[in-house]
């Protein structure tokens, strides 16, 4: 139980694991053993994948009929700052991300940042993400921390708490970091409320940020907590993070996750795939905030090089919660170009489109041998996809339709962890009228708190 220091405590009210069976679905394993399987089952006991193949004996399993639709793992998003969720759409021509960010982060409430995140993990359910890694960067408090924790819990969802900086700080500051072991202690711990399914990770600064007087004591932080890293890279210049410095420095590892880093070089990539380090791109934002790099070459030359690469939201008031869109774009952009040094580089594949929004985001979190894959053993996350929308009519290679055609509105089921949090097109384990009312109410309420400086021009902030 939580100690009766944490200011917030988790409503946990999930569906109970059930025992079922899917029949007669296109199946997407992700797993190269099993591969794809058309009109085949799959079993999911005690929160496991227990079989998937063809005809199977599943007992008394509950049966789901899969006649339609494409069975494949939930969606793994490694770089998500879930806190600003609530003003995504105050986006203007005049006033960007950043404006919004750098204004609106002073003025967020504790209760403001545990409504923000129920919304944002509210939708990343219903669009078939079932693991999320929360890169927060605005912890102003002990109990900003706990809200979003809780938020996490209460979700149904597997994730990564990543405790991060306040926003705004001095670049020349180490942050404070009294609390991040009372974090790890009360929440983390043996028999924590966090339980097995979220972990507790760091928001690193890092030398893009911050100059090694900062960087480094941040860093040995963590370290001694033994906790895994994540970082952004840039996604332009200046060049300021040198991974070949990064790997000398010790830096470098499974365990740590570079975030954007439109602007590796060769020697980069290779420090990167050598230390088994990944790295996240964020399809969408990359496309408006890397503009003076070349996001395809960066994508070839990541793949083809082994850097582990991984797909993910960043912030939706920098893209959509829209794991479809994000492996479209991947797909449409990972061309190579006659006469330039990514011509003999193969084009990107859907399945490697795949691999980037499962496999490869679980393995960048340290889950790989828990999920990413229809594989027996792991954990029950998976998802079912309507091919009979008009939108995904007729299908013919499976791959190819979710990368292309899918969108939210195709995701009919959601398991995570054995539990079915979206059944039929509805969300279950989320009163949506009312995460969408606080939401609503929060937003109004940090806007009267930044004194008019960011109003709408519209009614988005309206108490409703």
Avoid at 185 to 206: K, T
Avoid at 235 to 246: L, N
Wanted: charged share 20%; net charge negative.
């Amino acid at each position: 139980m939580p100690s009766d220091r944490l200011t917030f405590e988790p409503n946990v009210t999930l569906p109970e694991r059930e025992h079922i069976v899917i029949r007669n679905a296109f199946v997407l394993s992700i797993d190269t053993e099993i591969g794809d399987l058309e009109y085949a089952d799959v079993h999911v006991r005690d929160g496991l994948i227990f079989a998937v193949g063809v005809g199977l004996d599943a007992g008394d399993a509950t049966e789901i009929d899969g006649s339609g639709m494409i069975v494949m793992p939930g969606f793994v998003d490694a770089h998500w700052h879930l806190w600003s969720t609530l003003f995504r759409n105050l986006l203007r021509t005049d006033r960007g991300y950043f404006d919004l960010l750098f204004g609106l982060a002073p003025h967020f409430s504790a209760e403001d940042f545990n409504r923000s995140v129920r919304l944002a993990l509210a939708e990343a359910t219903n669009a078939g993400i079932t693991t999320v890694l929360n890169f927060s960067h605005n912890t102003r408090t002990p109990a900003h921390a706990d809200a979003e924790i809780a938020a996490h819990i209460e979700c149904g969802l597997r994730g990564r708490y990543s405790y991060g900086h306040i926003s705004g700080m001095p670049s020349t500051e180490v942050m404070p970091l009294d609390d991040l072991p009372r974090v790890q202690r009360d929440w983390f711990g043996a028999n924590g409320p966090a339980g097995d399914r979220l972990s507790l990770g760091y928001s690193w600064r890092g030398p893009l940020l911050t100059p090694p007087e900062v960087y480094r004591p941040e860093f040995e932080a963590a370290r001694n907590l033994g906790l895994p890293v994540t970082t952004h890279a840039g996604q332009g210049p200046p060049y300021k993070v040198d991974a070949v410095q990064m790997r000398k420095d010790g830096f470098l590892g499974p365990d740590m996750l570079l975030v954007h880093f439109l602007e590796a070089r060769a020697e980069d990539r290779q420090a990167l795939a050598e230390t088994g380090t990944s790295l996240s791109i964020s399809m969408q934002s990359e496309q408006h905030f890397g503009a003076q790099c070349d996001l395809r070459s960066h994508l070839l030359h990541c793949l083809d090089d082994g850097v582990n690469l991984c797909l993910s939201v960043d912030a939706t008031s920098a893209a959509s919660v829209n794991p479809f869109e994000n492996m479209s774009f991947a797909w449409y952009t990972g061309i190579p170009w006659p006469d330039t040094p990514t011509a003999n580089i193969p084009a990107v594949s859907f399945r490697q489109c795949l691999e980037m929004a499962t496999i490869n985001s679980a393995k960048a979190m340290g889950l790989d041998d828990q999920i990413g894959s229809l594989t027996p053993g792991k954990r029950a996350d998976l998802i079912m996809i309507r091919a009979t929308d008009i939108n995904m009519a007729p299908l013919g290679e499976a791959d190819g339709a979710v990368v292309r055609s899918a969108t939210p509105a195709n995701v009919d089921t959601v398991v995570a962890d054995g539990r079915i949090l979206k059944r039929g097109g509805k969300l279950l384990a989320v009163d949506t009228e009312k995460v969408v009312a606080d939401a609503g109410a929060s937003l109004h309420a940090v806007l009267t708190r930044a004194s008019g400086a960011f109003a709408p021009s519209s009614v988005t902030a309206r108490r409703s």
